[in-house]
């Protein structure tokens, strides 16, 4: 499938040097707001994941201009926004396309399935990963429209307006 | 401990290949002979298919065996499906002589209540599940090759309280798996019931290796086994004084009567574990051999400096 | 005709309650421990969760199944039983074994309990399903994938109890019950401990050329050119090579899924009473696709309607799917 080679051959320069440092900055207030109310709403997420609490995630949306470091520790959450350059080393990386990667998240795209046609590509951990997976699709309902419903008519806007533009492509 | 060790009973378990009819003749022929084992058990327990090539031995075999001393048991199918399975199963389930081993839940259906044997493949993993095979006419169980030694010592004691005999296999490959596809005829673009019998070629099992040139397994139609040779020579010790009552010996395409007199010379003290060791690496030069099931580790390892007890 | 119930996984309990939404007749489950087949990391219920989702399916008229579906090794029976116990105060309406001790027991302790015989158990020729209806009371054996319709058909004519087939999901190469390949390369039992290709020994490296490696404890159990589809790191779907096989394949099956949408009436008509749709490793997002796919397909078949089969070709391992040997003796 096309989308496979999209990873393989994605903006490998992406993400790197002061663009880079500047959208991060731009985006972390928001990623830190978003990971906290979502730990708050859903506890049991944690119980889950088991010892990986303490795992480094790089995720990383390969046309973004920066990756996204996670460490799900209920004690001290880390959820930032890293250029790649800078980007600290992880016990596991999870690398697909943004919007994949959000469909993921709400268990609207089944992860097997992206992998096995090449979609999403995982390295380090690998049970590191099946937790977070598993963790995260014990979730009741969309963490995407969580997020959006946060930032009000215009979040929801915007996610709608993201969907629309993936189906498009 | 009290047991000794000339009260526990050396084994041959069933030849796991087709082997060609002439050579099985002779190989038992040399076993009967020479082999210092008690017990052999024959009958072809992998592929219905090849039965007919050698079943019409069988009399004389036992024959001959029984007149060396040693006690035969004949071995049911690992998986019955076919009519043909099926039939073989229940005609083996009807006999009064020699003994019989089991490893198909339809052969304990055909057994009922009489006595029998549970083979390696009945998955008696357990002290409960002894207990009831047991009180359905079992007289002697064969662990499985993948259990450690801590539930070997409870599975044998609970057995032995029982009444019965306790198995375990010490050396040659393991069983991995098996399936209702031949993976010998696969490999060679045939299907199962076209097979010509390729299997035949392979008298110690086909190898495969991984893509980077590991090897990894051994295909024996629809069977898969363990690249490694399962080792317990060092082990036996401790497998006696837990309990195991008998030490089966996997035939390869070895010199199984020289790996009989070395497990033999083991259990009886004639020969040093270091010695005997030495002496089963130059038998079976070329293949690895291992012991991480019994160990609880992974079981192609080979985990050193276990000594007998 | 008999009823077509749809069994469905439920690896999580908003899976579960995904299933159920889905229209599910039974959704089926374990705990977070080895009694049961799909021990991985993250997955399965605590005690409390299975309590408060049995009830959600319950009041929606779903059943729930347990699976206790492993081989305790001696010494250890005590977790089984626990678990078995347990099961019965939550009030789950059948177990799924594999184990006699823990058949037994059940039967013994909890007896009315309904208990079905687990794929687990390898229980392929009437007899063997019989010995196990016999000893222990079993009201329902699941098929191994490794029997064609006709053989089914025969089977249902021999046996005292109900048979459940799986449609759906993961292709299972080996006798289930008797493969203990994964425990041979990383120390964990598919049998006692209910693992199969534990993720925590699995790594996957991307080389320069593109093209993916998959390890299982450090041995490479297949390599994917850079547009190949790709699957689990399981052994028996791996590439190897053999003295007359030099270029690496498929020694016992490519990554394949199984997929029987279009036998449903003819498995109906042999007599299967239950569907079985692998997958409680898989996500919610499998589940309702496929059990909204396959309820569906049942309900218009037993309405006498011809059956609309959603392609679900995209939720196969490598992609790809086959109809096993369910369609013809050649698979073997």
């Not at chain 1, 690398?95 to 992860?111: A, I, N, P, T």
């Not at chain 2, 993993?125 to 009831?132: D, G, K, L, V």
């Not at chain 3, 990391?41 to 409390?48: E, K, Q, R, S, W």
């Not at chain 3, 079905?116 to 399903?129: F, G, R, Y």
Request: aromatic share 6%; glycine share 8%.
């Amino acid at each position: 499938m096309k989308m496979s080679a999209g990873i393989a051959s994605g903006p490998p320069l992406a993400g790197r040097g002061a663009v880079s440092r500047l959208a991060c900055a731009l985006v972390q207030p928001l990623l830190s707001r978003v990971v906290r109310r979502i730990a708050a709403r859903h506890p049991s997420l944690f119980a889950r994941l088991g010892p990986h609490q303490a795992t480094d995630f790089l995720i990383d949306p390969v046309e973004l201009p920066f990756a996204l470091h996670l460490r799900p520790d209920p004690q001290a959450l880390v959820f930032r926004a890293v250029p790649r350059d800078a980007a600290p080393r992880a016990g596991a990386v999870i690398r697909g396309r943004f919007m994949l990667l959000l469909e993921l998240v709400d268990s609207e795209e089944d992860g097997d399935a992206a992998f096995f046609s090449r979609d999403l590509e995982v390295s380090g951990d690998t049970e590191a990963v099946v937790r977070l997976r598993n963790a995260l699709d014990d979730v009741d309902g969309s963490i995407a429209e969580e997020t959006a419903r946060m930032f009000g008519a215009p979040g929801r806007a915007i996610l709608a307006r993201l969907r629309r533009s993936y189906v498009a492509t | 401990m009290a047991v000794s060790d000339m009260t526990t009973k050396l084994t041959l378990g069933p030849i796991a290949y087709h082997w060609p009819a002439e050579e099985r003749r002779d190989f038992y022929a040399r076993i009967a002979d020479e082999a210092p084992v008690d017990e052999v058990y024959l009958g072809e327990v992998i592929c219905s298919k090849r039965a007919p090539f050698h079943e019409p031995d069988l009399p004389a075999m036992i024959e001959r065996l029984e007149r060396a001393g040693k006690t035969v048991i004949l071995s049911s199918l690992a998986e019955v499906m076919l009519k043909r399975e099926r039939k073989a199963t229940e005609d083996l389930a009807a006999m009064d002589h020699p003994e019989i081993e089991i490893n198909n839940a339809a052969g304990l259906y055909a057994r009922g209540k009489r006595p029998h044997r549970i083979g390696p493949f009945m998955n008696a993993y357990n002290e409960a599940t002894i207990a009831w095979l047991a009180g359905q006419g079992a007289t002697h169980v064969s662990l499985p090759t993948e259990l450690p030694a801590e539930a070997i010592a409870v599975a044998a004691q609970a057995a032995r309280g029982l009444g019965l005999g306790v198995e375990v296999q010490v050396f040659g490959r393991a069983s991995l798996a098996v399936s209702a596809r031949c993976y010998h005829a696969r490999a060679h673009g045939r299907t199962k019931d076209n097979c010509q019998f390729v299997c035949e070629d392979d008298p110690d099992g086909m190898p495969l290796r991984t893509r980077d040139d590991a090897p990894i397994l051994r295909v024996n139609g629809i069977q898969t086994q363990s690249e490694s040779y399962v080792d317990l020579l060092p082990e036996t010790g401790r497998l006696v004084a837990d309990g195991v009552t008998h030490l089966r010996l996997m035939p390869q395409a070895v010199d199984m009567v020289a790996v009989a007199e070395i497990f033999r010379g083991t259990l009886d003290r004639a020969l040093e574990t270091s010695e005997a060791e030495a002496r089963l690496r130059a038998v079976c030069t070329g293949t690895r051999f291992s012991n991480g099931f019994y160990h609880g580790q992974a079981g192609y390892r080979r985990i050193a400096g276990a000594t007998s007890v | 005709m008999s009823l077509a119930e749809l069994i469905c996984p439920a690896g999580t309990p908003a899976a579960l309650r995904t299933a159920v939404d889905a229209g599910a007749d039974a959704v089926y489950c374990g705990f977070q421990d080895a009694t049961n087949a799909r021990n991985f990391p993250g997955l399965n219920f605590t005690p409390d969760e299975l309590t408060e989702t049995a009830a959600y399916a319950h009041a929606r008229g779903t059943k729930v199944l347990l699976a206790l579906n492993t081989y305790p090794p001696a010494g250890k029976v005590d977790l089984w039983r626990q678990a078995a116990d347990l099961g019965v105060r939550i009030g789950v309406d059948a177990f799924i074994v594999a184990d006699m001790g823990v058949a037994d027991y059940i039967a013994r302790i909890h007896p009315g309990t309904r208990l079905h015989l687990s794929v687990q158990a390898a229980a392929s020729s009437p007899e063997a399903i019989r010995y196990y209806c016999e000893s222990f009371g079993v009201k329902r054996v699941v098929l191994p994938r490794i029997l064609t319709i006709p053989e089914i058909r025969q089977i249902r004519t021999e046996i005292p109890c109900e048979i459940e087939t799986f449609i759906f999901g993961n292709h299972g190469l080996m006798v289930e019950g008797r493969c203990s390949l994964t425990n041979y390369l990383t120390g964990q039992s598919t049998n006692m401990d209910g693992v199969c290709s534990p993720a925590s020994d699995v790594e996957y490296t991307r080389d320069a050329d593109g093209s993916m490696s998959s390890q299982l404890a450090g041995f490479t159990i297949d390599r994917f050119g850079p547009e190949e589809k790709a699957g689990y790191p399981t052994i028996c779907k791996g590439r190897y090579t053999a003295p007359h096989r030099r270029e690496g394949y498929y020694a016992f099956e490519e990554p394949v899924s199984l997929n029987l949408s279009r036998l449903l009436p003819d498995l109906i008509d042999a007599g299967v009473h239950a569907f079985k749709i692998e997958g409680r490793q898989r996500s919610k997002s499998y589940v309702r696709g496929v059990v909204t796919a396959f309820r569906r397909a049942v309900d218009d078949i037993r309405a006498g309607r011809q059956a609309d089969i959603a392609d679900l070709v995209a939720l196969t391992e490598g992609q790809k799917q086959t109809q096993g040997a369910f369609e013809t003796k050649k698979w073997r």
